[in-house]
């Protein structure tokens, strides 16, 4: 099994790079907790690609995105 845990990362990864369209995250701040983001954890909205800390904070997100405003993050920081 450990062997296989290799492949199933770079699996997780192509494919969230297929749905992930245009590019890196619009934030570098979790909008639900303030925390750092993660890439893996995004999706894409009418703003860009918004990112998360967690999973947790995604699907947070998702049901109700008007309750956390996305603060994008500075250009070339
Ligand atoms: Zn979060």
Redesign the pocket.
């Known amino acids: 099994m450990k062997t296989l845990l290799p492949c199933l990362l770079l699996a997780i990864v192509a494919i969230t790079s297929v749905f992930a369209k245009g590019g890196p995250a619009i934030n570098d701040k979790?909008p639900?907790?303030g925390?750092a983001v993660r890439i893996i954890y995004r999706i894409f909205t009418e703003k860009g690609n918004v990112a998360?800390?967690?999973v947790d904070?995604m699907s947070l997100y998702e049901k109700e995105p008007s309750r956390y405003p996305v603060v994008p993050k500075k250009p070339g920081s």
Do not use: A, E, S
């Open positions: 979790c639900v907790d925390n998360f800390c967690c904070c």
